[in-house]
């Protein structure tokens, strides 16, 4: 069994920052594309940023030179670091990631929990 628990949602002023985390555990192989997602009430979820298991990253362009994601692979733990808040980022972020649990087994997409960023003063 696979589980993803995302921490580090809080609320903040804007213009503040927060560092979200995301760690994998339980059966798990290899761990290969991971991103972070964001759905706001009555909007679609949508991608915030991603990264490959080698560092590659892409980013959506509204938190472009705002938001920064990276990995631990050896703790199977994905960052994301965002600066520069604002309300509009306000939402609850989940954490994805590519997932196989055996040698020759596919990968499959694991979702977490999610954790509420609220940006506001």
């Known amino acids: 069994q696979v589980q993803l628990v995302e921490s580090g949602g809080d609320l903040v002023q804007p213009g503040g920052s927060l560092r979200l985390s995301c760690a994998a555990s339980?059966?798990?192989?290899?761990?290969?594309?991971m991103g972070w997602y964001r759905q706001a009430p009555g909007k679609e979820r949508e991608l915030v940023a991603g990264i490959t298991r080698g560092g590659r990253s892409n980013y959506a362009d509204s938190v472009k030179g705002r938001f920064t994601v990276s990995r631990d692979n050896t703790k199977k733990t994905m960052y994301l670091q965002m600066n520069s808040l604002k309300p509009s980022d306000s939402a609850v972020y989940y954490c994805?990631?590519?997932?196989?649990?055996?040698w020759g087994d596919g990968m499959y997409a694991y979702w977490g929990q999610g954790t509420q960023v609220t940006v506001s003063s």
């Open positions: 339980g059966t798990i192989f290899s761990i290969d594309d």
């Open positions: 994805n990631a590519d997932i196989a649990t055996a």
